[in-house]
């Protein structure tokens, strides 16, 4: 019935063109913003601009298909600047009229993909039967009873590890995408604040109605750390002075033990896992637009070493020019949030007098957005002297004893952290407390 021809997989800011697809049998459409209705379509091209504001903030973009009676016919929606794949792909079954008389029933797929704008294989199948694919975009569907209800699956291929799957199911009474709604609500609570029984139902309630949030699961699980380093933070370790060590730390240990205590320096916990993410960026072509991407590393565990030793050896970004630091401190958080688990972001600070940002946010918008993600965020200076400037407060970890302290209390603070899975799909923002609770928090 209708689905979104523009796919939004980046961070999204102001006014931005969203385009439909839209069945023949659809009279109007309805859109909204975060429950807000922001336009009316009765007729092709099936395009509006939407303005989705100066700040940075996690949205929910909804279009509702009526037909000539003004009854709901059909809904799409998808998420703006929450985590998303890497590519994605959404399926409409239209009826179409054909030159000669009769009708055709084809299916009409759209994609975004981060890995470049067309896919390298398209299978289709329907009831289980693969599908001839002439037009990946446009696939003829054979005859079939639509007095019952059918499954269509479409799968496409863009290289480099991935791919997007779309599941449709349509006929009979029924028709819609097929998901599993479960939203990850990160807590701070004591262990001994938990329930008996791993769950918090009536704790975590809508912020907007007040109405309780049905809890699935309570879990712990891993955790992941984001460094954002800039280019000063990798020399300013390596200044670190090594007979300070000696002196606070480790008296007069041999050169062999130092050097092994120092790859373990600065270490998380067994279930606390890091990533880099530099500050620069790379272009990637999409079907309709451009994205900037900073690169990351991959996953470090405990055993690969300590923060200090990571930030010397485990590489740095392809080349270290303009760097944009506020743009990769929310992409961090995206990233952060992406996963699913406990989490937090640290801006790695080691330049002395701070060059400008082109980032097309401020500090203080990535900060915020942080929030809405419920993503704990920290700044840190590894160079003495470095002045945070408009990122605000900041932890001093420029030598050994300090930066080991610092790792120390962010590995405490995500022991304190627990996911609430809560049922069905929710803005992370609009997720409060109920009044009265104690003993728990939210996650900021």
């Known amino acids: 019935m209708i689905a979104f021809a523009t796919l939004f997989l980046g961070l999204i800011?102001?006014?931005?063109?969203?385009?439909?697809?839209?069945?023949?049998d659809v009279a109007a459409v309805e859109v909204r913003l975060n429950d807000r209705q922001v336009a009316t379509l009765s007729a092709p091209p099936w395009k509006l601009d939407c303005d989705f504001g100066a700040e940075l903030v996690p949205q929910e973009l909804t279009a509702v298909a009526l037909d000539a009676g003004g009854r709901e016919v059909g809904r799409a929606r998808q998420w703006i600047n929450l985590p998303q794949p890497p590519a994605h792909v959404t399926v409409t079954i239209v009826t179409e009229t054909l030159a000669g008389g009769g009708e055709e029933h084809v299916a009409r797929l759209e994609w975004e993909s981060l890995a470049g704008g067309e896919p390298q294989a398209v299978a289709v199948t329907m009831d289980g039967a693969p599908l001839v694919v002439d037009d990946p975009r446009r696939v003829v569907l054979p005859p079939h009873d639509p007095?019952?209800?059918?499954?269509?699956?479409?799968?496409?291929?863009?290289?480099?590890h991935v791919s997007a799957l779309a599941e449709v199911t349509f006929g009979g009474t029924f028709a819609g995408q097929v998901s599993l709604d479960l939203t990850a609500v990160p807590v701070l609570a004591k262990k001994n604040a938990m329930r008996r029984d791993g769950t918090l139902d009536g704790v975590l309630v809508d912020g907007a109605s007040g109405a309780a949030l049905a809890v699935a699961a309570v879990e712990r699980g891993p955790a992941q750390v984001i460094v954002v380093p800039d280019r000063g933070a990798r020399a300013a370790a390596a200044d670190f002075d090594r007979r300070d060590l000696r002196r606070v730390s480790f008296g007069s240990m041999a050169y062999g033990e130092v050097e092994r205590t120092l790859r373990a320096w600065a270490s998380l916990r067994n279930d606390q896992h890091l990533r880099f993410l530099w500050p620069v960026t790379e272009q990637q072509q999409g079907r309709r637009q451009v994205y900037d991407l900073f690169p990351r590393s991959h996953e470090h565990r405990p055993t690969s070493g300590g923060l200090y030793h990571l930030l010397l050896n485990a590489g740095q970004a392809p080349?270290?020019?303009e760097q944009r630091l506020a743009d990769a401190v929310a992409v961090a958080g995206l990233h952060a949030a992406e996963q699913r688990q406990r989490r937090a972001v640290v801006l790695l600070l080691g330049e002395r007098g701070g060059r400008p940002d082109p980032s097309q946010l401020t500090p203080r918008q990535a900060r915020r957005y942080l929030e809405h993600l419920r993503v704990p965020f920290a700044v840190w200076t590894i160079a003495p002297g470095v002045d945070a400037g408009a990122w605000g407060e900041a932890r001093d970890v420029s030598s050994f004893d300090k930066l080991d302290r610092a790792v120390n209390a962010l590995g405490k603070e995500l022991d304190r952290q627990w996911l609430v899975w809560v049922t069905g799909i929710h803005l992370p923002q609009t997720v409060a407390l109920a009044p009265g609770v104690e003993g728990v928090e939210l996650a900021r």
């Open 319 to 321: 080349h270290m020019g």
């Open 147 to 160: 007095r019952q209800l059918h499954f269509l699956r479409a799968e496409l291929d863009f290289g480099s």
């Open 13 to 24: 800011l102001g006014v931005r063109e969203v385009e439909l697809v839209v069945g023949d």
